[in-house]
């Protein structure tokens, strides 16, 4: 009631309504300006009730202009949200570019990761993109880094990854440099600190260190050129002696945010031996 006092348009109408109160007195006693000048007030206060009232609408159509823009508000919510997702989803796949661009026979599907279990030893993820954007067991996981790992387990929504970590991962590869050949493989002993083991190369191999390891393509579960890592030391097994490389993967593993995974390319064939080529 106060602030509806306070507006100056009811403070004016209060003072014309006192006003005319006076004149109306003052004409009952006979005076004949003040009869004019009570026809002029009161066509000006006819002028400004009606300023008053007019423009003003009705609860239902408040009501009704409320509910629209609440609706409208929703929408453009909405509008930003896809737009937010479809500007990530680009920045990812642009990431992915040069290599779509390099080899056109590929099918690549962004995702995100969304969970990881704490008890995975070798730093397993989930993706946010399962069998319903094409996605299968063994498909390769990469970042712009290189291999990360593959697809272990799949459903329609979302995806497991089993990391170049552990030893459930194998893959053919070559020194991109001397051209030796092995296996890449996960190790209990090396993958702690984001490395896995390059074996299976010939005691008298010219693998060096800093040497890069990209797969060799043979088999089919990953194509040819795909970076594996680099080779940070050369070992020997302590129980037979044979010669092996460590190699550390250029992606930090265990800290991964976004990846896409290799649904498709020339010649990708099947194999028996999950994760293994």
């Not at 508000?73 to 896809?82: F, I, K, M």
């Not at 089993?162 to 890449?184: C, M, R």
């Not at 044979?242 to 990708?268: C, G, P, W």
Request: glycine share 8%; aromatic share 8%; net charge negative.
């Amino acid at each position: 009631m106060k602030d509806f006092l306070n507006l100056k348009s009811v403070k004016v109408l209060i003072a014309v309504l006192a006003i005319l109160t006076v004149i109306s007195i003052l004409g009952a006693m006979g005076n004949p300006w003040v009869s004019s000048a009570f026809n002029f007030l009161t066509k000006g206060l006819s002028s400004v009730t009606s300023n008053l009232t007019e423009g003003q609408k009705s609860y239902d159509e408040l009501k009704a202009e409320n509910e629209k823009l609440k609706s409208e508000t929703a929408d453009l919510r909405s509008q930003l949200v896809d737009y937010y997702d479809i500007k990530s989803e680009n920045a990812r796949l642009w990431k992915y570019y040069q290599l779509k661009k390099t080899n056109p026979d590929y099918e690549l599907m962004p995702a995100s990761v969304i969970r990881r279990d704490t008890n995975e030893e070798f730093y397993a993820f989930t993706i946010d993109a399962g069998s319903s954007t094409g996605i299968s067991v063994l498909d390769p996981v990469l970042t712009e880094n290189g291999v990360i790992g593959f697809v272990s387990s799949v459903n329609a929504s979302s995806s497991k990854v089993t990391t170049i970590l552990s030893p459930d991962f194998q893959a053919g590869a070559v020194d991109k440099k001397t051209n030796d050949s092995g296996v890449v493989s996960g190790s209990a002993i090396h993958g702690g600190d984001n490395c896995a083991t390059f074996t299976k190369i010939d005691a008298n191999s010219n693998v060096k260190k800093g040497d890069i390891v990209v797969t060799s393509g043979i088999g089919g579960i990953y194509p040819a050129d795909l970076i594996l890592g680099k080779v940070s030391e050369i070992k020997y097994d302590e129980y037979d002696a044979t010669k092996y490389a460590v190699v550390r993967s250029y992606e930090d593993i265990k800290n991964v945010t976004d990846v896409v995974v290799l649904t498709d390319f020339k010649n990708k064939g099947e194999v028996k031996d999950k994760g293994a080529e």
